[in-house]
């Protein structure tokens, strides 16, 4: 299962996230029953996360946070990947993409980092 935590103010087409990250789960593994949290913030809070788990002083566009299979509230979560909305509107901007692709495919590289560490452990 794949929940998605965004501000109103983001658009997010949930729909295109969930059809193109469900595939990659089920195909290395991960039951549909397993929780996989996507969130998206802005620049300040991104900001803070890389400050703290990373220690590196800039705003990243995605961070995976694995759980290693923890059970929380009865559901089994492999982890959370964190996405910086205003850092993928400007990567869309000078790649000239869609947005809804860059968001693809910085999902994809974080759900990718998220597999190989739960698969390490």
Request: aromatic share 4%; with cysteine.
């Amino acid at each position: 299962m794949i929940t998605i935590t965004a501000s109103s103010r983001y658009k997010i087409n949930r729909h295109q996230i969930r059809t193109e990250i469900s595939p990659l789960l089920i195909t290395n593994g991960i039951n549909g029953q397993d929780v996989l949290n996507i969130v998206f913030v802005g620049k300040n809070k991104m900001r803070k996360l890389t400050q703290k788990y990373k220690h590196e002083n800039e705003t990243l566009p995605v961070l995976s946070f694995p759980y290693h299979g923890e059970r929380i509230d009865d559901e089994v979560v492999i982890g959370e990947v964190v996405v910086c909305y205003p850092l993928t509107i400007l990567l869309a901007a000078e790649r000239n993409k869609p947005v809804d692709k860059v968001i693809t495919d910085l999902l994809k590289h974080g759900v990718n980092n998220l597999l190989k560490v739960n698969v390490l452990s």
